[in-house]
């Protein structure tokens, strides 16, 4: 059997069928994985989602909502958990609808052990990926945060490629005031040179909604 063991998470298991449920407990209990699982959609709904890598082991067919209908609903609230649907009858045009919709893998009962044991390592290596790269996202916007605005209007003509006399006349100051405020923002963000600034920057301008540096440049 596939061992998961090496791996650190949680896997939230939803089925209305307790044999089910007990069942994907004890397997994945024995590959080492911690594991929480809930009888309805409506439980896993009131449940919050851990702050630790986990993916989601979802039936699609129950009563009321269905397992597409969560995928939709998690998408609809902005959370994103890495799915593993579970299905007694294959249906290639809601496989196709799941897949494209970001599930991780789509395995239909009965399934092998090490099918869903290697859907599960896909899902919380991605689930822990993510969480790393919002993590480091959140650490770029927080050194942002600490510009003052004219370090901000700098440091957008910098990562545009401007020099620092180009600069000064763009903003109607002297050189050695661009270049004060060019010396704070490589300071301030932490970095040693220009392009690793401009990789900060294209990172902060295709980062999340609303942030602080997406924008300040869709105001440039």
Request: charged share 25%; aromatic share 4%.
């Amino acid at each position: 059997m596939l061992s998961v063991s090496q791996l650190h998470g949680i896997v939230l298991v939803v089925d209305d069928n307790e044999a089910v449920r007990e069942s994907l407990r004890t397997l994945l209990q024995s590959a080492g994985v911690t594991v929480a699982t809930f009888a309805s959609l409506v439980e896993f709904l009131a449940t919050s989602i851990p702050d630790a890598p986990c993916c989601l082991v979802l039936d699609i067919r129950m009563p009321g909502m269905g397992g597409l209908d969560l995928q939709r609903e998690l998408a609809r609230q902005g959370i994103e958990i890495p799915i593993i649907f579970l299905t007694g009858h294959a249906d290639v045009p809601t496989t196709v609808r799941a897949m494209k919709d970001g599930a991780v893998e789509f395995l239909t009962k009965p399934f092998q052990p090490d099918d869903l044991l290697y859907a599960v390592r896909q899902g919380l290596e991605q689930c822990g990926i993510a969480m790393r790269e919002q993590a480091e996202f959140a650490e770029l916007r927080g050194r942002y945060a600490t510009l003052t605005p004219q370090e901000r209007e700098v440091m957008t003509l910098v990562t545009q490629g401007l020099l620092n006399k180009q600069i000064a006349a763009e903003l109607s100051r002297s050189e050695i005031t661009i270049k004060v405020h060019r010396g704070r923002v490589m300071a301030k963000m932490q970095v040693r040179s220009l392009a690793e600034l401009v990789r900060i920057a294209d990172r902060l301008r295709g980062g999340l909604v609303g942030s602080p540096y997406t924008n300040e440049y869709t105001k440039a």
